[in-house]
């Protein structure tokens, strides 16, 4: 009786390339968590984000810039609110609408970003990414990184230090002008 045929595997030598293009693959790709502030559609890298959570009270600090809403208590730790719309040059949200929290990690701890709804964890492309447009001017450039072309709309990455810093150094100048 003949010897059925048995497919015969790769050697071992062979295994690890075969994932390296499946690493490679899954590298190609990256997670955004995504939210809305007005109209536009932005994301920030999923690592850099702690926890979304919803509207919390925030005490106002003197002499800061409009777009530090102010510190909210998050479980015994001073968290800084940033307002998007603010940094932006958005206006106002409607009064009776309330902002979502999205707490991202950031070198000097974390901050709020105060978003309008927040959307999904979307997974792209990196190959789909392009830069900021040449037409962007001034510091509304240094704050998208970029874009990524998807169905029906841009997804704006959100260059998150530079949001911080500039934020920091907005309250720097208020604070030396006195």
Do not use: W, Y
């Given at each position: 009786m003949p010897e059925p045929s048995r497919v015969k595997s790769p050697p071992n030598h062979?295994?690890?390339?075969?994932?390296?293009?499946?690493?490679?693959?899954?590298?190609?790709?990256e997670s955004y968590c995504t939210f809305r502030v007005d109209e536009l559609y932005f994301g920030v890298e999923v690592c850099q984000v702690q926890e979304v959570i919803r509207y919390q009270h925030t005490t106002r600090v003197p002499l800061a810039p409009a777009v530090v809403q102010g510190l909210m208590n998050l479980r015994g730790q001073i968290v800084t609110t940033l307002s998007l719309r603010e940094r932006l040059g958005m206006s106002p949200a409607d009064a009776d609408s309330r902002p979502i929290n999205v707490v991202i990690r950031t070198s000097n701890g974390p901050v709020s970003l105060l978003v309008d709804e927040i959307g999904d964890v979307v997974e792209v492309d990196q190959e789909l990414f392009e830069p900021a447009p040449e037409t962007l001017q001034g510091e509304h450039r240094e704050l998208i990184?970029?874009?990524?072309?998807?169905?029906?709309?841009?997804?704006?990455?959100?260059?998150?230090?530079?949001?911080?810093?500039?934020?920091?150094?907005?309250?720097?100048?208020?604070?030396?002008v006195g």
């Open positions: 062979e295994l690890p390339q075969m994932q390296k293009s499946k690493e490679q693959l899954m590298a190609d790709k990184r970029g874009a990524f072309k998807l169905e029906g709309r841009l997804l704006l990455i959100l260059n998150t230090s530079k949001v911080v810093s500039i934020a920091a150094h907005e309250s720097c100048q208020i604070r030396n």
